[in-house]
């Protein structure tokens, strides 16, 4: 089962009539063949929102004219569009301790220690983002990484960052949401994946899933339980933002999968 | 919130280039708003299917005259569609047993009683059939009627006659699937709403779901925990049909929720 | 299969060595035999909970004598026990408004009407309560009863009043959790089962589930999802407190099923 | 929270009078707090099952000599126990194939290839077995090993050996399990772990889980989506064996977790 290139356009823009018909006519001309278009309008917001994705065997526009060809039809429709392919590499990875240095260096990833303390934060998260930014870097995921992010860096990667939170979000905001939930003497504990904002476990969510505890788990049972939950979620959203499938709007996300 | 009247329309054809943009124009051209577009390509069959719906508001076309100025389209296209609106009556209910007559009666909802023995299966069917058509029926609903339909009653419902079989189907075909879930000591039982078809337990699945069991649950307990679990899968495959998402497809269905 | 009668024994004690072995044996010389022991140690209290189910049949106290014959034991280990036998019916039910009393009436159970006001509430909760003494009522159910119940009614039925609130708490704590998750853009809601306390949704979790929502999902989608949810929670909580299955434990609840 | 050591005690055994009392009662002599006691009475086979743990520390028997000390009454009770104390090591890793090689070793766990042809099946496993025993291993876990064992492995580490296999068994036993989905067009699918007995995919149940999947999904999907539910419930299934958790009976396992 051999795959074909596929190009996928992500858009959001103000709803208005007859936005699906422009778009498939714009690739119809072009001899794109769709196979997956989905789109929604969310209701609070009013905004449309679309993703499409077409062959690009047999398109006739190249694939790097792609976007210019289609700034007239966006910039009149009002729209945010964005376009790209899969997949993503890893690039390398950032940590503020040595301790666990040796686990990407096996698979051949650069490893990257800086030390944060309350007093060097600001500094270190400038160092941090230049050396993003000279990687070309497109998405940031903190795994585990047990820091809040300062406003800068939530700012300078708008939706491209992609943290897990180890509970069902709002519940258990902030730190030790294991301790939390045992406390609270819930049956169920969550995960949940979210980009980053300003504001601590108040982004966007991508995806979240839970698994069944119960009085005999301890904080420690709580914790092995959570975290193959983390993985796996976290995994999910990593590869829905990979396939343009994640298309935030304001607080929340629309997910076309 | 007040709901705005929409038609919703769904189309199965043999795939080609501009299938949504044709749709798209033709519902442009008319003024018609779409608030929900959904399409897929099914790759074992070759199959477009697509889900739109639009608000009626402002459309130009009447109601009653949609189906007949998209006829062209559709005979074009070789497409087969169909279109419709929201929600179903509970018209009437039919049983082999006199046993819960009070509880539709209650409701007032008309209760039929045929029952039906190996010899008169086929001749009460009939009897079956005609007062459905009588009464128009468009959707068939098996709720734990524990008898096999013959191959004329599910042939006259294609599609159209919801069974909730209390297994994960494939697993535990036929009588007693707590029985033979028990037997083989699952960890999760499951229950399953699918279309009817003239093989038992084989038509395409429209939902499933499953709810955690242990070693400590009898039979009885099984039977139990999979009653509230029936009910749940059922209502929802009941719930996607009526809002036609529920998009057969050979042996399969896609469903756009 | 036919169901042998059985007595239950929950029991709640400060934790000391030879527990089990005391009560086991306690059983034993009156030959019972024990078909299910469960038990635990409350880390955070040090309580020690059991709950034992034997066979009656064959046991040399008599059902009435069993709770006498077991005090003295009770007391040398300052147990709190409770014993009994399933399951309950349906006394009566209470509403603030008369709009459902076809319903239960339909099935010959006795409806109530005590319509709620700020004004009248602490008045009509105490004609409540001396409804419920008259006719011996052992457990409480809020089925969407959307009065927060005063203090005085929480304190007369300590763990014996259980409520169902729509949302996975402590997320969503208050009125209108539905449209708190829709604002909050999460991809799962839940519906928790607790048994009521003075402070508003902060009593012991009984049980808890989830269901998976998406973007399209109105606020009324919500509704209509969460109904099915709250049903089912709430029947396997009021199972499971039936069954003697529930032992509270300060702010949390062990469940033996 | 420092861990206190224990010891857990398994017993199989059939049922009769006065087994908790006895058992317990011996643990309570010697001076040992039970800190977790579950049992159940299998109904089919008429066996009693319990799961007891209980402190070390205090213990008035030494921990070599619990064993011993615990036989006259095993044998008049006719039990089967067994007793031990965690966790696990990975001793070894087993492949038919060199090419992930790197990967144990930069772990340190030394890796052995023995490749398998049909022609020399039984002999290269008869080679696995002596490896195994030299090693005096415990528990054999297959994790992707896509050969059937022969009998006489199956047979030489009964309900020692953990296979996981990619489908909600009983559906979908043999090969290929997410294309036999993908063609039955199920909504959900799952993994199972079990013991391995000589009839393929057929032995004891430890633990089952699903997750969600859609029309949109392909087969290279459901193999994505299933990779991490595979080794979420294979992790559990190992976690619970090496937790003394798992009794088997007969075609069944009891889980006390």
Chains 1, 2, 3, 4 share one sequence.
Not at 147 to 164: H, M, S
Not at 194 to 207: A, F, K
Request: some cysteine; overall charge negative; charged content about 25%.
């Amino acid at each position: 089962m051999a795959m074909q290139p596929t190009a996928i356009l992500l858009v959001s823009c103000p709803d208005q009539k007859g936005l699906v018909a422009q778009i498939s006519e714009f690739l119809f001309q072009n001899n794109g063949n769709i196979i997956h278009a989905d789109n929604h309008i969310d209701a609070e917001t009013g905004l449309f929102l679309m993703r499409v994705e077409w062959e690009l065997d047999g398109f006739r526009i190249p694939r790097e004219e792609i976007a210019a060809r289609f700034a007239p039809l966006a910039e009149r429709l009002k729209m945010q569009s964005a376009s790209g392919e899969l997949p993503g590499n890893i690039s390398l990875v950032i940590s503020n301790h040595a301790d666990l240095q040796s686990v990407p260096e096996r698979f051949g990833i650069p490893f990257h220690v800086f030390p944060i303390h309350p007093e060097n934060k600001r500094e270190q998260e400038q160092k941090e983002l230049a050396l993003l930014e000279k990687n070309h870097i497109d998405l940031v995921v903190l795994a585990r990484y047990m820091q809040v992010l300062g406003p800068e860096f939530a700012r300078a990667y708008p939706n491209r960052i992609i943290n897990i939170h180890h509970s069902f979000l709002p519940a258990f905001i902030g730190s030790r949401p294991y301790h939390q939930a045992y406390d609270r003497g819930v049956k169920l504990i969550g995960a949940t994946s979210h980009y980053v904002t300003e504001q601590l476990d108040d982004g966007p969510i991508i995806e979240q899933d839970i698994v069944r505890i119960s009085h005999r788990d301890s904080v420690d049972d709580l914790i092995r339980k959570g975290r193959d939950l983390e993985r796996v979620v976290l995994a999910r959203a990593v590869h829905l933002h990979l396939g343009f499938r994640v298309l935030p709007c304001g607080r929340k996300t629309a997910i076309f999968d």
